[in-house]
C-alpha cells in the first residue's frame, strides 16, 4: 500500500476498529490498538521495507510469521536473563551479518524484555535506528512499550544501562495477549489500574464496571483497556520525555513498596503484583494524610481481588526496609512517595516520613494475617 496519509489512517480505523493514538509535544511515539496488526504493519508506517525482528524463544515462534518478510531474526533467550550485555552483543553481529545500516528498521516482537534490549539496540546501533514495537504481553503494551525507556541489566544491578529512544510505532495486537498465562496475564493488570487510581478515576470506574469482561479476555474490552492506558501513558510521557519536571515520577504510584517486596522476596513477588501491595499501602497512608476517603482502600481492594492480583504485603517491615533506602526515589534517606487522593490525580510528596510510611505498611500487614 501507498504511504499511508492521515485521510486513510481514518479510514482504515472504522473499517477495523484499529485505535490510532498520536504522540504529541516532543514525543514523536504513535500508537495502534487492534486485531490482526502484525501482518498490516506497512499499512500505517507506509514502508515496506523489511524489519530486522529481535523476539524471544516464545514470541518468534508464535508471532513473527506474522510480519511478513524480514532482514533477519534473532531470538533472545526467554526471561529477565536475556537482557544482558552479552545478549545485546549477539544482536549487533547479527545485525552485522544482515548488513543492516542507518536506514534499517529494527523491530521488537515480544514482552519488556524484547522491548528494552531490542530497543536499547536500536538506540546505539549506528548511533540511532528506527524502531518499531510490537508488544505481546499486557504489560509491555499497557506499559513498557511506551516511553522511550529502553536498557540491559547489569551483574551489578537491573536496567544500570540504557537510552532513551522511543519506538516510532508501536503496535498493541491485543490478540497476543490472549496466549498469556494468568499469572503473567495480571501483572499487565496491575500497571492498568494504576492508572486509575493515580491518572483518572473515570477509568477505574470502567475497570470496575469491566473487570469480568477483562480477566475473560474479551477482545473489545482489551482495546479498550490497551488504548486507555497507551493514552495515559502517552499524555504523561509527553509531559515529561526525560524524567525532568517530574510528571513521570506519577507513573511509580506503587512502586516504592512493589519493588521493596520484589528485591526483598528474591522476586518471588511479580512486578505487577508487588504495585498491587504498594498501592494499596499508599492508599492507606494517603487515607491517614486525610486525602484519601475512608471508603478508597476498600474499594482499590475490591478490585485487585476481582482481578485475583495479591495485594496484601506478606513480609515484615523490617525485612523490606533495607531494600526501600535503596531505592532511587529515595533523596538523602527520606521517601519521595507518589499518594492517591480521592477524584484526583496522584502526586508526588517528599514531606512523608519513613515511619509513617511503615505504620501504613504495617496495617496492611496485619489485616493480611
Ligand atoms: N521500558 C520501560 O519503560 C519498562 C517499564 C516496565 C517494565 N519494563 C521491563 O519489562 C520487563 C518485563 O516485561 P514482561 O512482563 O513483558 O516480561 P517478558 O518480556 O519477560 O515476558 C514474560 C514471559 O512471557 C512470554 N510471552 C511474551 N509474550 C507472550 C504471549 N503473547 N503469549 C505467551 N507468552 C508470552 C515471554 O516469552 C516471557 O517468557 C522487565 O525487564 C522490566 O524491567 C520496562
Ligand atoms: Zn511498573
Excluded at 135 to 141: D, E, S, V
Excluded at 235 to 240: G, I, K, N
Excluded at 349 to 364: G, P
Aim: a negative charge.
Amino acid at each position: 500500500m501507498a504511504h499511508a496519509g492521515c485521510q486513510m489512517r481514518a479510514a482504515l480505523m472504522e473499517e477495523t476498529h484499529d485505535a490510532l493514538l498520536q504522540g504529541r509535544g516532543d514525543f514523536p511515539t504513535n500508537v495502534v490498538v487492534g486485531e490482526r496488526l502484525l501482518s498490516r504493519l506497512s499499512d500505517f508506517t507506509g514502508s515496506e521495507e523489511a524489519p530486522f525482528v529481535v523476539a524471544d524463544g516464545i514470541t518468534g515462534p508464535l508471532f513473527a510469521e506474522f510480519l511478513g518478510t524480514r532482514r533477519g531474526l534473532f531470538t533472545l533467550p526467554r526471561g529477565e536473563e536475556g537482557k544482558n550485555l552479552e545478549n545485546l552483543s549477539k544482536i549487533y553481529a547479527a545485525l552485522a551479518a544482515a548488513g543492516l545500516d542507518r536506514s534499517g528498521t529494527l523491530l521488537a516482537l515480544g514482552g519488556g524484555v524484547v522491548g528494552d534490549t531490542a530497543g536499547f539496540a536500536a538506540a546505539t546501533w549506528m548511533r540511532g535506528i528506527r524502531l518499531l514495537n510490537c508488544p505481546t504481553t499486557l504489560l509491555a503494551q499497557v506499559d513498557s512499550a511506551i516511553g522511550g525507556k529502553t536498557g540491559v541489566n547489569l551483574p551489578e544491578g537491573k536496567n544500570l544501562v540504557g537510552a532513551f529512544h522511543p519506538a516510532e510505532w508501536v503496535f498493541s495486537d491485543v490478540e497476543c495477549v490472549r496466549s498469556q498465562a494468568d499469572e503473567d496475564f495480571r501483572q499487565g493488570l496491575g500497571e492498568a489500574v494504576k492508572y486509575g487510581v493515580g491518572e483518572e478515576w473515570g477509568f477505574f470506574g470502567w475497570l470496575e464496571e469491566n473487570a469480568r469482561a477483562i480477566l475473560r479476555r474479551s477482545l473489545p474490552a482489551l482495546r479498550t483497556l490497551v488504548a486507555e492506558c497507551s493514552r495515559m501513558k502517552l499524555s504523561v510521557v509527553a509531559e515529561d520525555e526525560h524524567e525532568r519536571s517530574g510528571a513521570r515520577a506519577r507513573l511509580n504510584l506503587g512502586h516504592t513498596v512493589g519493588h521493596a517486596l520484589e528485591t526483598a522476596s528474591g522476586y518471588r513477588w511479580r512486578h505487577g503484583d508487588g504495585v498491587a501491595a504498594g498501592m494499596m499501602v499508599a492508599g492507606r497512608l494517603a487515607h491517614r494524610l486525610g486525602e484519601f476517603r475512608e471508603e478508597e482502600p476498600a474499594r482499590l481492594e475490591r478490585l485487585l481481588e476481582a482481578f485475583r492480583i495479591p495485594c496484601r504485603p506478606d513480609m515484615p517491615w523490617d525485612e523490606i526496609a533495607p531494600f526501600l533506602a535503596r531505592d532511587k526515589k529515595f533523596t538523602g534517606g527520606a521517601p519521595r512517595l507518589v499518594l492517591p487522593r480521592t477524584g484526583e490525580r496522584c502526586r508526588l510528596r517528599d514531606d512523608v516520613t519513613l515511619a509513617a510510611l511503615r505504620d501504613a505498611y504495617e496495617e496492611e500487614l496485619l489485616k493480611a494475617r
